[in-house]
């Protein structure tokens, strides 16, 4: 695909969290500390759920290859015999440098745009946007790779090569090649340790002496290589220049090489390894980069520093370490769905296949694979998960690998709750912290207000001005999704120190829309202005689509939650009585979600007919379905019936895979088992699903596999609305099952396991001492590891009871 910046891409293209928790967990406080996880069961996988993905052959293509990471620095591994190519990343180079986006004339010619909007002059007040109220430039910097590690092995006809295999275990993080050449088994194996801070690539061939390679690097980059030592070869390069902005990111790449019996050479760019009986390749990568105000650190010393406390390596101590500080957070969670003889199939060919049927293994993989990208993409240090996750070869990527705030970032991070990977937040909160500070520039200049505003995308630079068109970029609620997330981790840990941490945050946020909210004149509901619904249109007006409005559904439905959210967090914490009073009686205010002339849930704050049929893979106004939970097919059944005319409205729109993700949870949250099922075979397949199972938009977005770990999620087990649910809409395409490891809402780590669609039993661990009702769909009993358990049955298929914290709770469907 051609590169494009996401403002050609859109030119060309036409111009939280669900926050009400488990009953009693906002009734009473939770506890002041994070609840510790549950005793760990059995490593995730066996022989009959293997958590494998392997090949036959080498990649010839980028979304062929395997992804190794650790937070920061990531690689995607080819495999290759006769040549192997390592391409490299670290999460911190980006083009350009600290810039502050904001036009000071924001705050001048906003008075106007509404104005216009009030008169129903939507396109005049979007050119006046589009003109005054937009970032300086218009886009924001580019996500760039470091470049390639080349190794070749000149003694290796790769047409002699025979028992190839190359592997991506779940299980440990590690992915591997072997094969046999001229009589000699030849092992790799590469990982990228965290405990480490290095990548580590391990060469063993059965016959002393065999291991004679060479390696270098290459790269895009204003870069060169040189020689560090006698067994270090390092790369020396700065970030690319971008829409008028200086490139700043100084980056230094060493890597070095331990051998056992042969010989090692630095020279002329090349590091050389002759005879060698075994091999140990230590990859750092250090930048200047500290924070998105300040690139002076010394890079060559950040690089250097890993490799000397290392010393000379121990491997299997470096294995060893990596292993368990990966497994101590994905280990935590197991999910068997059934198995098939398709196991016996490489991972590309199941891929092909699974919607045809008969592989319900290939889900669980799947689900296991998003949770290994979430942990190899989003651990501190380091940046949050961007569109591509740490993974990307183009100096210009796709809508520049950023983070969007209209729904791609957060879907990152729709797993991190429920699929147990709390610590995987941690970075996407240090930003969003950031993005407060820059936010409040931007509130300042542009809107004239307290507090704090992010728009639709931001970068390594923390931007919160609008930017791309004003016709994408005018929506003012992406800073307050974000601040969400704080109280939905609250809800799954009981991290209460986070939350005070973050708080600060989350009230900027609340002032800034209790200070620019406007009156509609005509209702006298309080409105987002100006604003759109996420990239889609209400009218075109001489050939040029139109989204700039007031209030639409997407932002009331943020708003509500915010305002909601934000008085928990305050009066659990003790603060901000009249602010809280005050987000109260604005979320009074804000207009209904209302049903629209078709029986569809109404996008924008104007039941405007065309529009209504208007396709698009977005369904923002659906947000109150999914991530939120303020349409349920049980407390609302009107609005969810509206919520499925919307869906059916919108079209098949099978043209993005996080689109396809999205609705995947929409029919889940629906209880619509078969339509979920539906679009998870639509995601897990060819043109959506790569063959190393990357998402494809077309092209590769992260979001869409860490949406699908969500959609299966939210199939086994939901938790809002004030219960857990087990099995709330399992397709029949999982008969048969079994869950370890999973969270609540609530504070409740889950095991359950089912045979012929109904609920069998299932351990439910109390980690904070909540009341729990539970949804199991049959008749149940409750016991506890702590004696006799009192319960009532409120409804058929419901069980309600008190929990204490640390005990374990049985649940046994009666015959």
Not at 211 to 229: G, M, V
Not at 244 to 263: D, P
Not at 594 to 606: C, F, M, N, V
Request: proline share 6%; net charge negative; charged share 20%.
């Amino acid at each position: 695909m051609s590169e494009y910046t996401r403002r050609q891409v859109l030119r060309t293209a036409g111009a939280a969290a669900g926050t009400a928790a488990v009953a009693g967990s906002l009734t009473a406080p939770l506890t002041a500390t994070a609840a510790p996880a549950a005793t760990a069961g059995p490593p995730p996988g066996s022989d009959t759920n293997p958590l494998k993905l392997w090949y036959t052959s080498p990649a010839t293509e980028w979304l062929q290859a395997l992804a190794v990471g650790n937070g920061r620095l990531g690689a995607m591994v080819y495999g290759g015999t006769a040549a192997e190519q390592l391409q490299l990343n670290e999460d911190s180079i980006w083009a350009g440098g600290p810039h502050q986006y904001d036009d000071p004339m924001g705050k001048e010619v906003l008075p106007e745009i509404r104005r216009l909007i009030a008169e129903e002059k939507y396109l005049d007040a979007q050119n006046l946007a589009e003109e005054h109220f937009m970032g300086r430039p218009t886009e924001q910097m580019q996500y760039q790779p470091v470049g390639y590690l080349d190794l070749a092995f000149p003694g290796i006809d790769a047409a002699a090569v025979t028992s190839y295999r190359r592997e991506l275990d779940l299980t440990t993080a590690i992915t591997s090649v072997s094969y046999e050449h001229a009589g000699v088994r030849y092992t790799r194996e590469v990982f990228v340790s965290h405990p480490a801070q290095v990548l580590v690539l391990r060469m063993t061939a059965s016959r002393r002496g065999a291991l004679t390679f060479t390696t270098s690097y290459s790269t895009e980059q204003a870069a060169t290589p040189a020689t560090y030592d006698e067994r270090t070869l390092a790369l020396n390069g700065i970030s690319g220049d971008a829409e008028g902005l200086t490139g700043s990111v100084k980056f230094c790449a060493l890597l070095r090489a331990f051998t056992e019996g042969g010989t090692t050479t630095v020279a002329d760019g090349t590091l050389s390894v002759a005879g060698a009986d075994e091999v140990t390749l230590l990859l750092s990568v250090g930048t200047s980069y500290r924070n998105y105000l300040d690139v002076s650190a010394d890079q060559v010393a950040r690089a250097a520093a890993p490799l000397t406390a290392i010393g000379r390596p121990a491997y299997g101590r470096l294995r060893h370490d990596h292993v368990d500080d990966y497994q101590r957070l994905f280990g935590r969670m197991d999910v068997d769905l059934g198995t098939s003889d398709a196991i016996a199939l490489p991972t590309d060919q199941r891929i092909a296949a699974f919607r045809d049927g008969g592989d319900p293994q290939l889900a669980a993989l799947y689900y296991q694979f998003g949770r290994y990208l979430l942990i190899s993409s989003s651990r501190s240090p380091g940046q949050p998960a961007n569109l591509q996750g740490i993974w990307s070869y183009k100096m210009l990527p796709e809508w520049q690998s950023k983070f969007t705030l209209n729904i791609n970032c957060e879907m990152n991070y729709w797993p991190a709750g429920p699929a147990n990977l709390a610590e995987c937040w941690d970075p996407l909160f240090a930003m969003t912290a950031e993005l407060a500070e820059s936010g409040a520039r931007t509130a300042a200049a542009m809107y004239d207000a307290p507090g704090w505003v992010a728009h639709h995308n931001t970068d390594g630079w923390r931007g919160t001005a609008p930017v791309d068109f004003a016709y994408y970029g005018v929506w003012p609620t992406g800073g307050a999704w974000l601040s969400l997330l704080f109280w939905e981790r609250y809800e799954y840990t009981g991290d209460l120190e986070t939350l005070r941490r973050y708080y600060p945050v989350l009230r900027g946020s609340v002032e800034f829309f209790l200070d620019q909210l406007q009156t509609d004149a005509a209702t006298g509901w309080l409105v987002t202005s100006p604003s759109h619904s996420p990239e889609v249109k209400h009218h075109e007006i001489d050939d040029e689509g139109v989204s700039t409005c007031a209030g639409p559904t997407m932002d009331v439905e943020i708003l509500h939650d915010l305002f909601k959210v934000f008085g928990q967090a305050a009066a659990l914490l003790g603060k901000d009585p009249a602010m809280a009073a005050a987000a109260a009686a604005a979320k009074a205010k804000l207009p209904p979600l209302q049903i629209g002339y078709l029986g569809q849930l109404q996008e924008w704050l104007i039941d405007w007919e065309e529009a209504a049929l208007e396709s698009s893979r977005h369904v923002s106004h659906l947000w109150a379905v999914f991530p939120s939970d303020q349409i349920t097919p049980r407390r609302t059944p009107e609005l969810a019936d509206a919520a499925r005319k919307s869906l059916e409205l919108r079209g098949p729109a099978v043209t993005a895979g996080w689109s396809l993700a999205w609705k995947l949870n929409l029919r889940a949250r629906l209880l619509e088992p078969d339509n979920a099922y539906k679009h998870l075979t639509q995601l897990l397949a060819p043109g959506r699903t790569a063959p190393n199972m990357f998402d494809l938009h077309p092209p590769f977005q992260i979001d869409g596999n860490f949406g699908g770990v969500s959609g299966i999620t939210e199939m086994l087990m939901q938790s809002h609305s004030g219960e857990v649910a087990l099995l709330p809409s399992l397709p029949s395409a999982f008969p048969t099952g079994r869950v370890r490891g999973m969270r609540a809402r609530g504070g409740f780590d889950l095991e359950f396991s089912w045979s012929d669609g109904q609920l069998v039993k299932a351990t439910i661990r109390s980690l904070l001492g909540n009341r729990l009702r539970l949804r199991t769909g049959v008749k149940a009993d409750v016991k506890s590891s702590a004696g006799p358990v009192a319960f009532a049955r409120p409804e058929d298929g419901v069980v309600d009871f008190r929990t204490r914290r640390g005990v374990d709770y049985f649940i046994e469907a009666r015959s």
